[in-house]
């Protein structure tokens, strides 16, 4: 039996496991499929329940988050602020200083603290990207900035999120010859990278969710972004399209389009607003040049972490191995588009890296990006937990391209296709492998263990 070709109307539908699947009855093809997803998702739950997911966290003091409630005098006034600010679309405010009255993406905020945006099996995650997938829209703005088209939702229970709208088939790779600062965004890839960032237990990608979004009903009929509006059209096919302002593809010929009305796109749950938790913008010392003929100092300078190394903040506590930590989740989905980063900025130096902004992440499966490897390659060094983890990952016990199968099934898309191909699947495998045969090298080349690895979870002798 010959794995049938890939049929022209539906390519996103097939992967190779569907291509081998593709020889069996009708009515064993779901029973299997079932059942692989049920062992994907029994592997998933087991990582989860590992003790490098539970031991670990790092411990902060109760008042270490972002974010706090105001206290009893001033909750009165608050509560009349709120009324009188209610517009018509939001639903009743409803919500109090208790904690159970506080919608998902209120808990959200609340929650952020030093070290992470979520805690490890938050409970109010399920409900937050439920919310992001199903609730009202009421309003849908571009937003301003960056080099793509995005839109800000809002949702009648005064939640927001970032949307990006699908661009490309899953299928698709990029095109060799685009620099990665003109690829296109992939919705799919913010969701991916949401996913892989929680498996790798980090949890510094805000939770994303996949949706289909009516172009007309939720975005057309009830934008008051008048740039936006005016780039509505029906496509020949009579699919109802827009494009949007901004700096790069934004365009008829680069029109994002429903069929003929939903659109697919990526929700990421809206930080808190910047008023009140400003955030600072750091500059990736190991940013690419930008240019299509210029090097950057990093790809002609060996030794350049030792300079790196000295420089503040990058001298103390995490910064460098959250900086590699950053590196190693970009390198497995093979993301160049590090230009900055940022922090909270109330946390000062001494607090996680928000990993934002993976759209141009998995855009393609049959080649690795070694450069983007370099910062682990020049200063070796890496966390400890974060060492232990990829192992984990890397044993068939817990493959991380199984648990990322699993954990994308979850996604409301994945009815729709699967999130990743398989080919981007089994890439996440092989690049695994690689970073882990990098520290290798590292730990060949040091004297000491701890030259190389920051034991980060020194209570923990697994
Ligand atoms: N979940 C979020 N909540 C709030 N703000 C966000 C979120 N994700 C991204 N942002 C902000 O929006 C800006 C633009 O988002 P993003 O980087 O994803 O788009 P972009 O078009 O790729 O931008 P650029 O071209 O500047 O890289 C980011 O610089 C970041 O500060
Ligand atoms: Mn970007």
Not at 265 to 291: I, T
Request: charged share 25%.
């Amino acid at each position: 039996c010959e794995p049938s070709q890939r049929p022209q109307t539906q390519p996103h539908n097939l992967t190779s496991a569907n291509l081998t699947r593709s020889c069996s009855t009708s009515t064993a093809k779901p029973v299997r499929q079932k059942r692989v997803r049920e062992a994907d998702l029994a592997k998933l739950e087991a990582l989860f329940s590992h003790a490098l997911y539970t031991l670990h966290a790092p411990s902060s003091p109760d008042d270490d988050t972002l974010l706090r409630i105001r206290t009893q005098e001033t909750e009165e006034h608050n509560a009349q602020q709120w009324l009188s600010n209610s517009k018509e679309g939001y639903d009743p405010v409803q919500w109090n200083s208790s904690t159970e009255t506080h919608p998902p993406w209120l808990r959200f905020h609340l929650g952020i603290s030093r070290w992470q945006l979520y805690q490890h099996r938050d409970t109010n995650l399920p409900a937050l990207l439920e919310q992001l997938s199903t609730h009202r829209i009421i309003s849908a703005v571009q937003k301003t900035g960056g080099t793509q088209l995005k839109l800000v939702i809002t949702f009648s229970n005064y939640g927001q999120a970032l949307f990006k709208p699908m661009k490309q088939e899953r299928y698709e790779e990029t095109n060799v010859n685009l620099y990665y600062f003109s690829d296109f965004e992939r919705h799919n890839a913010e969701i991916a990278a949401f996913h892989l960032d929680r498996i790798l237990g980090f949890r510094r990608v805000p939770p994303v969710v996949g949706r289909l979004v009516d172009v007309i009903k939720e975005i057309k009929d009830i934008t008051t972004d008048h740039k936006l509006a005016r780039t509505f059209f029906n496509s020949p096919v009579g699919n109802s399209c827009f494009y949007g302002q901004c700096s790069y593809y934004c365009s008829t010929e680069h029109a994002v389009c429903g069929r003929p009305r939903a659109i697919e796109g990526s929700l990421a749950a809206m930080l808190p607003d910047l008023s009140l938790s400003p955030r600072r913008s750091w500059r990736n010392p190991w940013r690419r040049s930008y240019s299509r003929s210029k090097l950057a100092l990093w790809e002609k300078t060996p030794a350049y972490c030792d300079m790196v190394k000295k420089t503040p903040p990058y001298d103390r506590g995490t910064r460098l191995v959250d900086l590699i930590d950053m590196t190693i989740l970009d390198f497995l989905q093979s993301n160049m588009d590090r230009h900055h980063y940022e922090t909270f900025e109330i946390f000062g130096n001494n607090t996680f890296l928000l990993h934002l902004d993976h759209g141009r992440a998995f855009g393609r499966y049959s080649k690795d990006e070694p450069s983007i490897l370099t910062p682990l390659v020049q200063c070796c060094r890496i966390r400890r937990s974060t060492l232990l983890r990829l192992r984990l990952l890397s044993s068939p016990q817990y493959r991380l391209s199984d648990v990322m199968r699993a954990s994308l099934s979850q996604d409301p898309l994945a009815a729709v296709a699967p999130l990743l191909t398989e080919p981007h699947l089994s890439a996440l495998d092989r690049r695994l492998a690689a970073v882990l045969q990098r520290v290798q090298r590292c730990l060949l080349q040091h004297q000491h263990h701890h030259d190389v690895i920051y034991d980060d979870i020194t209570d923990y002798s697994g």
